[in-house]
């Protein structure tokens, strides 16, 4: 008997564990969790979520994977998204408003217009974490889609998110905006009638966002604004024309 209390002793000397009834403690007395790791540099690993035993780890040095929680609480380097938009297509182009115009002689002498392009209604049924990335394509004209623009003012466009906010206002939070200035001197003042030699084709705003999201039903808005500045210089902007894309995700 004395024999196994001495082996025990040493034992215990090389692996100091404590453990009590609120939890078990490594270089900790009193446990304050279950698991209580007690040391400031000390950190846990687990091999089933290495590189070598996980296809998930992409490994490499210093590199670090977010790891999750499944429904049995047991820790996974896989995410399973409450939703998921899978990255497609968002826009066939027949079916949206994605044009917005600028008529000096119509309109006020503001030179700001702006459109809601889509939207998107959804209900959650818990709180969540709503990830926006999106890829959307402009272009420019000064009316319809067939004149250039080539005068010397420039033009700004943006695009973002609105999350239940009906009427767009100075004070209506965006989300993700990202925009674009245009701008292309081509007037020919000695000949007038020239034909713009301007390059035309698709250009491009991109943003990403998170927003947190309580239990209930929620609207999500995407915008499209153009100004010309306070002369009011005609314009014409398609949104979405070309290979556009909104990517969607509920966490």
Known sequence: MRI?????????????????????????????????????????????????NNSYNGGGVDKTYPV????NGDLTLKTTAYDNSDGDDAFLTAAIN?????????????????VEITSYTFTVSRNTILEIKY?????????????????????????????????????????APSSKCYFNRNDNFTNPAALPDAATGY???TGTTYIPL???????RLYGTVCSGSNNRATFIRFAGGPDAIFLRLY
């Open 98 to 114: 994605g044009t917005v115009s600028i008529i000096p002689i119509v309109q006020a002498d503001d030179g700001y217009e702006s």
């Open 68 to 71: 999750y929680v499944d429904n």
């Open 4 to 52: 196994k209390l001495q082996f025990l002793t040493i034992f215990l000397s090389f692996f100091p564990v404590y453990s009590q009834v609120s939890g078990v403690g490594i270089n900790e007395t009193i446990p304050e969790q279950a698991l209580h790791l007690g040391s400031q540099t000390g950190t846990i690993r687990v091999d089933g979520l290495n590189a070598t």
């Open 214 to 220: 309580t239990t209930g039903t929620h609207t999500l």
């Open 135 to 175: 890829s959307l394509s402009i272009e420019v004209f000064q009316n319809n889609l067939l004149t250039i623009l080539k005068d010397q003012y420039a033009r700004n466009i943006t695009n973002f998110f609105t999350l239940n906010t009906p009427v767009l206002a100075p004070t209506t939070r965006r989300y």
């Open 203 to 205: 250009i491009y705003n």
